[in-house]
């Protein structure tokens, strides 16, 4: 409890130190930046105290904390005696209503989730562990960058800005790891409420209706982000009643649900349908299926599924800093041009130097915290800045468009990059360039049960749009831009594919069409190409709904015949329904890419791009659901309307299936044995977790313990939870994140000799070469290294350790050797 006060204490806190310079900086906003000074205050902080760190300038110790904050601090009194106080004073006074529901969203958000965190606490599945490692390592590094805890000798490889950001509340709150990764999911859940809300709060206070009005509709932004999800609980709730097998004979598969073909339910449901973590099955309902027709799993997971299982991946932290870019974006849209300036006096841009520079370091942000994110929000401020130009140019589409996104990308994601050059200088990645996606194609009913909830309140504006203002609508112009650019990525894939035959391409010394060929299951690059066409003509579900997605977004972004942008000719305030065409054209674009080409990585096919690409099209979609489903009545009459409602109301009841029963079965209705607890660590073995309470309280020194594969909760134990280095830990996530073997197979082998070999100098020069201070011996060791294990025939020889080392921690499981230094020298 106290260390949930200290951070609600000290979160509330840092958004008043740095509202002062959000007030000015953001002065188009009608919210004045305030729903957003958590989020701005966490990434200022973070970044000066990381930058700073990296410089060399402070240490990761408590005085590096606070030198950021009083910086920040003496920021907001410099801005507040430089363009005065009383109109900030006044600002407070009027908008006590818009301070106090932010304020109780927030701590409504927090409380909630750290509730639903304490029923269910756990750190031990899927990739918890790793980020608990690095939380960890990030407590106990020196300085800036930290050390790997499962590489020693290195520093992290990976995009661990958020996890920065979770450290530093946790050292300066001296909350220990294990409690530190839960108030992390819940303060990234409030977070993410209370930015969603800022964002809509700002889109529907400029429709000149009155700010006070906008106050109440703006949760829907919350709920549609955190709360509403697939509709798979829906189907799973009726598939688990027996809905279309009752009629089928025993052994028969149901022609309904194996047209779904959703992971589990083409089986006849069983008496336990709601089992042992039936849950994750929503994370993956798009299913493809190589040229030989075997499954491959692809993740669709949506922000309440994250939450639910109590993740701390890079998608997850990153999640409140996409809506203050957002609410940034929206800033810069709204923005009168001002003053302009010739980025490195080359590239002119209708933008304040000061206000582009704060531009670049949240896009550069974003690549730090979630290195998919940077081009993706990097392309959405571009977008908001050519728009906002487009208006002055009487919404025609002309090349002049096309300059101004170019120029600003190009400008932010440079500007971007440098602000964050110490990360990239130690960055390396598994990525491997754009690869065609020849064969997979998303079966249109998948789609919709992933993304309906946020499609029909979209299709039904979009449509009810295009009726009253068919005059308007610039029906030549948008099916021209999206034919386009669905015919552009055709070719591009069929491009890439072809010249790769033609010129022999090799990737990584293997033929490019060898890759394409066994990724796919393939023999023939004839005969793959044709089955991919072929699939894209017999399952077009998708393709139809994202043409006619972009067909609408498009057609009304641009005028038609009477001149003037569709938005102007309705009630609604021209600029926020067209910021919002802009987050529904750009999520479209983001989930219309991965049916053509992907982003290569070890995983050989577009799983995580379909990954990366859809949870980020939720973000923008549910912000877009949020404000449609607040407006959209205004204009519709009955029996219209009513009829329209019920149809939104349907849907959100079926995303309501999942987040109700998901709760219900991930926290067993709220009951745990043990009582309720923040503490992740207090389900782990105690004889394990008595060594790594006593490793914390010796100096920090390299372990050596068992080496294990990925997702593994036993293996890199020691350093997960006492945040020291390893010699390995999962080896191959650190493959992922090193780019390759090199590193990784002579350490594996090495700890297997370590622990197999029974010639003592071996094992002494091992400990040598990575300085090791503690090993370690434990059940994980003694499974790990059994007679005839792959790495280690004979099995492990602990009587090298019981005769030339002292043991400092021993108990019935485990025993912790120190290797004295003189022995090393």
């Known amino acids: 409890m106290l260390d949930f006060i200290a951070w609600y204490v000290i979160i509330v806190a840092l958004g008043w130190i740095v509202f002062p310079i959000l007030y000015f900086t953001l002065p188009s906003l009608p919210g004045r930046g305030y729903s957003l000074a958590k989020l701005f205050g966490m990434l200022a902080w973070g970044y000066l105290f990381w930058i700073l760190g990296s410089l060399g300038v402070t240490a990761n110790n408590l005085g590096g904390l606070f030198f950021p904050l009083l910086l920040l601090v003496g920021a907001g009194f410099w801005i507040l005696n430089k363009k005065g106080s009383g109109g900030i004073r006044q600002w407070i006074k009027d908008h006590r209503s818009l301070i106090f529901s932010s304020e109780i969203l927030f701590l409504l958000a927090f409380t909630a989730m750290a509730f639903v965190r304490a029923y269910n606490p756990e750190i031990n599945g899927t990739e918890k562990p790793m980020e608990l490692a690095f939380i960890n390592a990030i407590l106990g590094s020196e300085s800036m960058p930290p050390n790997d805890p499962w590489l020693s000798g290195y520093s992290i490889s990976y995009y661990y800005f958020g996890f920065v950001l979770v450290a530093m509340m946790a050292k300066l709150a001296g909350t220990v790891g294990g409690v530190a990764f839960n108030l992390g999911v819940s303060l990234t859940f409030a977070l993410t409420a209370v930015g969603s809300y800022g964002v809509l709060f700002n889109l529907l206070a400029i429709r000149k209706r009155g700010w006070k009005k906008a106050l109440l509709p703006s949760l829907l932004a919350p709920f549609f982000t955190l709360i509403l999800s697939n509709w798979e609980g829906f189907l799973h709730y009726l598939h688990s009643r027996g809905l279309f097998w009752n009629q089928v004979p025993e052994g028969n598969p149901s022609a309904f649900w194996s047209w779904l073909d959703i992971q589990n339910l083409v089986n006849r449901p069983t008496g336990d349908s709601f089992g042992h973590w039936w849950w994750w099955r929503a994370s993956r309902v798009i299913q493809d299926y190589d040229f030989s027709f075997s499954g491959k799993e692809v993740i669709s997971e949506f922000p309440f599924f994250s939450f639910l299982l109590g993740d701390l991946h890079p998608h997850v932290l990153s999640m409140p800093y996409v809506f203050l870019i957002l609410g940034f974006a929206l800033a810069l849209y709204l923005r009168p041009p001002g003053r302009s300036f010739r980025w490195l006096k080359i590239l002119p841009l209708e933008i304040s130097p000061g206000f582009f520079f704060l531009l670049a370091w949240l896009a ?392 197999c070999t029974g010639q003592w100098d071996l094992a002494r020069s091992l400990l040598e070469k990575y300085d090791v201070r503690y090993l370690v011996v434990g059940d994980v060791e003694h499974s790990t290294y059994a007679v005839e294990s792959d790495y280690c025939p004979g099995g492990i020889r602990v009587d090298k350790f019981e005769l030339h080392l002292q043991p400092i921690f021993q108990n019935e499981r485990l025993i912790i050797y120190e290797v004295p230094p003189q022995m090393l020298d």
């Not at 915290?369 to 002309?398: C, D, E, H, K, S």
């Open 364 to 755: 550069g942000g974003m690549a730090f915290l979630n290195i998919w994110n940077f081009p993706m929000y990097a392309g959405v401020l571009a977008g908001a800045y050519a728009l906002r130009n487009l208006r002055g140019r009487q919404l025609r589409l002309t090349l002049d468009v096309f300059r101004d996104f170019l120029f600003l990308g190009v400008a932010l994601g440079v500007t971007g990059g440098v602000l964050y050059l110490p990360w990239y200088l130690g960055f390396s990645s598994q990525a491997g360039g754009i690869l065609p996606n020849v064969l997979y194609v998303t079966k249109g009913v998948q789609f919709w049960v992933m993304f309906g909830p946020l499609l029909v309140p979209i299709f039904a504006w979009l449509i009810s749009r295009w009726v009253r203002n068919k005059t308007e609508f610039n029906f030549k112009l948008g099916i021209g831009i999206s034919g386009v650019l669905v015919l552009g990525l055709l070719f591009l894939m069929l491009a890439i594919v072809g010249l790769a035959s033609l010129l022999d391409v090799s990737l990584g010394g293997e033929p490019l069409t060898e890759v394409f060929l066994r990724q796919v299951g393939g023999t023939d690059l004839s005969q793959v190409v044709g089955e991919g066409l072929l699939r894209r003509i017999t399952m077009p579900g998708t393709l139809l709904t994202l043409i006619a997605l972009s067909t609408l977004g498009w057609g009304l972004v641009f005028p038609g015949k009477s001149g003037t942008s569709t938005s102007a000719s309705s009630q609604e305030h021209p600029r926020g329904s067209s910021f919002i065409l802009l987050l529904i054209l750009v999520g479209t674009a983001l989930v219309l890419f991965p049916e053509f080409l992907y982003l290569r990585d070890f995983f050989g096919y577009r799983i995580n791009t379909i990954f990366k690409f859809y949870y980020q099209t939720w973000l923008m979609w549910s912000l877009a659901a949020a404000y449609i489903m607040a407006t959209l009545g205004e204009s519709l009459k009955n029996p219209l309307r009513s009829l329209i409602y019920a149809g939104l109301g349907l849907s959100m009841i079926m995303g309501l299936f999942y987040p109700i029963l998901g709760l219900q079965s991930k926290t067993n209705n709220f009951n745990r044995g043990e009582g309720p607890s923040l503490d992740g660590t207090n389900l782990y073995p105690q004889t394990d977790y008595q060594g790594v309470e006593f490793l914390r309280s010796l100096p920090q020194g390299v372990i050596a313990e068992a080496v294990g594969g990925s997702y593994s909760p036993t293996h890199g134990r020691m350093a997960t939870y006492t945040g020291y280095p390893t010699i390995l830990g999962w080896d191959y996530h650190e493959v992922q994140w090193r780019g390759g073997w090199d590193l990784v197979m002579p350490r594996k082998q090495d700890v297997a000799d370590l622990y």
